[in-house]
Structure formats: structure tokens, C-alpha cells
């Protein structure tokens, strides 16, 4: 098992990454300009069904609807890769290297990333008539991917907790620089044993807010997937950046929290 000093060097890289996403906030501005030209544009069967996906995110979060993932399936191929470990669970994979974790997360980025890329490629083909199939798959893989990002870390996404945090790296991922800090600070105390599942609801600030934020987030990276054949390039490029942002932030967030669980665990034991 990791000593207590390969704990904290974790903690050191994962605090430099929040560190780096601050200076993101120019681009994120300046990325939010378009979204007023593209409400005009869209079509309204691509904003109700943009609509449609935010009341399904609140679904998701109450009681995971169907964009629950096979639990199982994901613990066997945790357990084929972690052989040396028992695994019966999905509590017991908290328990296997941290190192681990980040190789097993890094490889399901790389697959979902180029699943949603080639996603991105194929519907741009269409323009806005397939622009209406893309953004529900990304929206799936997104949570796919997020969830399992969960159970690599050995936290249960059927868990009403885990579904509230998911939707959090969701905001954080797609969030500008003071929306990032508050997230932060909000998920901080997710190893705190008096933080429930409705504290963190209550956290997330009004479902309008999530609402908002995702849906620009949509907005200007879909706005060149819009325009037909030019829309391969843009599409392939949207659904990767989306992926890749989103995925990175679940595997930071995620690690910081079972760092501090395991830092805990080593503090007990010397105690």
C-alpha cells in the first residue's frame, strides 16, 4: 500500500491541476460570446430536446433513470486488471493501489474519447439534422464515463451522493473560473461523514443554474457542428474537447477525494 508521503505527493499534483484551471477562464468567456447567435439559429426541436436532456439530469440524480450503468460489468474488468486484490464489491476496490486507479482511469479516458470523437465526425456529416442525435449520446457517455470513473475509485454510483457529485464535475468541467472555486469548495467536504446526499442537492444551487451552464456549454461547441461536411471536423473536435474535459475532471476530483481517505486510514493507523 502507498506510505503517507505518496499520498501527499497525489495531493500535490491534483492541487497543481486545480491550480492550471484557473487560467482557463479567458477562453471560457470568450467561448460563452456565441451561444446568443445560436439561440437565434437552433432550430426548436434541437432546443426542446436540449430541454428535454436537463430534466433528464434531474432524473438522474433522484433516482438514475436510464443512464445507470452495469456495475457488474465494470467490477470484473476492475477485478481482471487488479488480479493480486480481492474484490468482491465495490467498497473493496477503495482499497487497491492508488496508482491503480490512475492507470485504470487514464485508459477508460483514451476509449471514451475516441468514442466520442468518431460520435462528433459522423454526425457533423448531417449538420443540424443530426445534431439532435449527438447531444443526447454525448450527454450518455458523459455520465457513462463519469460513473465509472466512481467505481474505479471504489465509490457506488447507485449511491444518491455519487450521482449529486457526478453532476458536480459536470459543472465543473463546463464552469468559469468563480464557478469552479465555489464547486471546489462545495465537494471539499465530500470525506466528511455529516455531508449528505441533500446538503450537496441544496448545494447544486437551483436546477436552472445547472441547466444554464451546460446548456452554453452545448451551445458554442456545437455551433460550427451546425453547418453540414464542415461539421465533421468541428463535431469530432466538440466531442472531444467535451470528453476529455469532462473525464479528466471526474479522475482528479475522484482521486483527490479517495487520497484523503487513504491519508485518513494511514493517520488512524499510526494513531
Same mark, same amino acid.
Given at each position: 500500500?502507498?506510505?503517507?508521503?505518496?499520498?501527499?505527493?497525489?495531493?500535490?499534483?491534483?492541487?497543481?491541476?486545480?491550480?492550471?484551471?484557473?487560467?482557463?477562464?479567458?477562453?471560457?468567456?470568450?467561448?460563452?460570446?456565441?451561444?446568443?447567435?445560436?439561440?437565434?439559429?437552433?432550430?426548436?426541436?434541437?432546443?426542446? /430536446?436540449?430541454?428535454?436532456?436537463?430534466?433528464?439530469?434531474?432524473?438522474?440524480?433522484?433516482?438514475?433513470?436510464?443512464?445507470?450503468?452495469?456495475?457488474?460489468?465494470?467490477?470484473? /474488468?476492475?477485478?481482471?486488471?487488479?488480479?493480486?486484490?480481492?474484490?468482491?464489491?465495490?467498497?473493496?476496490?477503495?482499497?487497491?493501489?492508488?496508482?491503480?486507479?490512475?492507470?485504470?482511469?487514464?485508459? *477508460?479516458?483514451?476509449?471514451?474519447?475516441? *468514442?466520442?470523437?468518431?460520435?462528433?465526425?459522423?454526425?457533423?456529416?448531417?449538420?443540424?439534422?443530426?445534431?439532435?442525435?449527438?447531444?443526447?449520446?454525448?450527454?450518455?457517455?458523459?455520465?457513462?464515463?463519469?460513473?465509472?470513473?466512481?467505481?474505479?475509485?471504489?465509490?457506488?454510483?447507485?449511491?444518491?451522493?455519487?450521482?449529486?457529485?457526478?453532476?458536480?464535475?459536470?459543472?465543473?468541467?463546463?464552469?468559469?473560473?468563480?464557478?469552479?472555486?465555489?464547486?471546489?469548495?462545495?465537494?471539499?467536504?465530500?470525506?466528511?461523514?455529516?455531508?449528505?446526499?441533500?446538503?450537496?442537492?441544496?448545494?447544486?444551487?437551483?436546477?436552472?443554474?445547472?441547466?444554464?451552464?451546460?446548456?452554453?456549454?452545448?451551445?458554442?461547441?456545437?455551433?460550427?457542428?451546425?453547418?453540414?461536411?464542415?461539421?465533421?471536423?468541428?463535431?469530432?473536435?466538440?466531442?472531444?474537447?467535451?470528453?476529455?474535459?469532462?473525464?479528466?475532471?471526474?479522475?482528479?476530483?475522484?482521486?483527490?477525494?479517495?487520497?484523503?481517505? /487513504?491519508?485518513?486510514?494511514?493517520?488512524?493507523?499510526?494513531?
Amino acid at each position: 500500500m502507498e506510505s503517507r508521503a505518496q499520498l501527499q505527493q497525489y495531493l500535490q499534483e491534483i492541487e497543481k491541476w486545480e491550480k492550471e484551471q484557473q487560467g482557463l477562464w479567458f477562453w471560457e468567456k470568450l467561448g460563452r460570446i456565441p451561444f446568443v447567435l445560436l439561440d437565434k439559429l437552433t432550430p426548436s426541436f434541437v432546443q426542446k /430536446k436540449i430541454a428535454l436532456l436537463m430534466d433528464e439530469l434531474g432524473s438522474y440524480i433522484q433516482s438514475g433513470g436510464k443512464y445507470l450503468i452495469n456495475e457488474q460489468a465494470m467490477i470484473a /474488468k476492475i477485478r481482471h486488471y487488479s488480479s493480486n486484490w480481492t474484490i468482491k464489491d465495490v467498497q473493496d476496490i477503495g482499497q487497491i493501489p492508488v496508482h491503480h486507479m490512475v492507470a485504470l482511469s487514464e485508459q *477508460l479516458q483514451q476509449e471514451r474519447v475516441k *468514442l466520442a470523437t468518431v460520435q462528433g465526425a459522423s454526425t457533423g456529416i448531417g449538420g443540424i439534422f443530426t445534431l439532435a442525435i449527438d447531444i443526447p449520446f454525448i450527454l450518455g457517455v458523459a455520465l457513462k464515463t463519469l460513473q465509472e470513473i466512481a467505481i474505479i475509485h471504489g465509490y457506488d454510483p447507485n449511491d444518491k451522493m455519487e450521482r449529486v457529485f457526478i453532476i458536480k464535475c459536470l459543472q465543473f468541467a463546463s464552469a468559469d473560473i468563480v464557478g469552479k472555486e465555489a464547486i471546489l469548495k462545495d465537494i471539499s467536504s465530500m470525506h466528511n461523514a455529516e455531508h449528505t446526499s441533500d446538503t450537496m442537492i441544496a448545494q447544486l444551487q437551483g436546477w436552472q443554474e445547472v441547466f444554464n451552464t451546460y446548456r452554453d456549454q452545448f451551445g458554442w461547441k456545437k455551433l460550427f457542428q451546425m453547418i453540414p461536411v464542415v461539421g465533421i471536423v468541428f463535431g469530432a473536435y466538440a466531442n472531444k474537447g467535451m470528453i476529455q474535459d469532462i473525464a479528466e475532471t471526474g479522475n482528479m476530483l475522484y482521486r483527490k477525494r479517495r487520497v484523503y481517505e /487513504k491519508l485518513k486510514e494511514a493517520d488512524g493507523k499510526i494513531g
